[in-house]
């Protein structure tokens, strides 16, 4: 009998397997090469067969970057999936933007232009009541900026019913005191009046700041006042109103009528809003500041705001967002109940034949990210069984679904049509896989 040893796939063979190709281009020869020689050793000493070599080396290549996951959790915001997916036209600016770009300079003339023009223009041309707009890295940078550039050594007049925390222990008065700003609370959590702002608006008030309780709701004997009453205050005692949206609507969405939007609240009188980019305006991580331009200018020439500037990557994106006709997080928002349905129905028809116990089922999403508290959106799943759900986590592609009522449901609002294919063959994959593992049929 050979040894099997001499049946171990010499390295440049394995090199050749088409399969290694990404990695060399991503990680070079030397590190897959790496690889490749020490899943030799282990079968050389008999820890795998030799016809395993290839496998064993591609299983253990170090993983490239964030990978792609299939939200079938019926949450359209994931924040532990990156809130919004990016419209493929600014998928696509990303890309060209990742190399050498006219990002400051104008090529018409050859001199340096303003940084970001583009998507500064798109972002005004959306918000027309906005006198000047301004991009930093988040909505967090954006209030730090206000906070520092207004506040900073005076007071921020803020309602008891609007000290956030947003989420994994991010709280906005954290944040604001960080600045150097201090907070005169006004008011009591569920009510606040004008009276209380009024009362403690002075010679030291920075500004007062309106905050959208974005991922609560207080019912029953609860009040405070709407941005233009807080405006007409804020301009007789001529104190800024700044205004945190929270969500980065634009415009108002019919389909959520709770969720402010920074044209209506900038024509009640807000002097400054500011908001996610990564939000229900379905774009890159950004914050966004549209407003009065003396108020912009003062937060554009602060030296904090250098620290915070966007990079090409997120004006390209967002630029690309403002301009294309819809976004995947506006049409999961807007998809029809009915053809959520009848996509679920097909599924489940074409798992069961695979042999797999798989329903359609009426599901409801929500939409996430800290916006639309107890918005309920009709949706459509697939139920299948609990045991599926954490296999599918690392199925390829890897799949997010929702375990609920003992079941895993694969709710469709937030994948997009395209992706149907992909969440079939994976689901197949795993159910067949857990099949055999564990002897049922
Ligand atoms: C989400 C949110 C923030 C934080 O925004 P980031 O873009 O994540 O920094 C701040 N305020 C409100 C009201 C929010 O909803």
Redesign the pocket.
Known sequence: MTDPRRLIPRTDAVLADQRFAQALLRLGHARVKAVITEAQRLARQGTIAPGEVAETALASLPAGGPRRVVNATGVILHTNLG?ARLPEAAVEAVRVAAGTTDIELDLANGRRGRRGRGALAALAAAVPAAQAVHVV???????ALAATALAAGREIVISRGEL?E??DG?R?PDLLVSTGARLREVGTTNRTTVDDYARAIGQDTGFVLK?????YRIEGFAGTPGIADLAGLCARTHVPLVA?????LLRPEPLLPDEPDAATWLARGADLV??????LLGGP???LLFGRADLVERLRRHPLARALRVDKLTLAALEATLGAPSTPTSAALHADPVRLRRRAEALAARLAEAGLRAEAVASAATVG???APGVMLPSAAVALDAELAGPLRLAEPPVLARVEQGRCFLDLRAVAAEDDEDLFNAVVITGKDLQQRTGRG
């Open positions: 809130r890295n988040n909505n967090a940078a954006a209030l956030v947003i989420g991010f906005l905050v959208h309780p974005s991922n945190d949206a929270g969500s980065g500011t908001a996610s980019g990564d939000k991580q950004c914050g990210g800290g916006s």
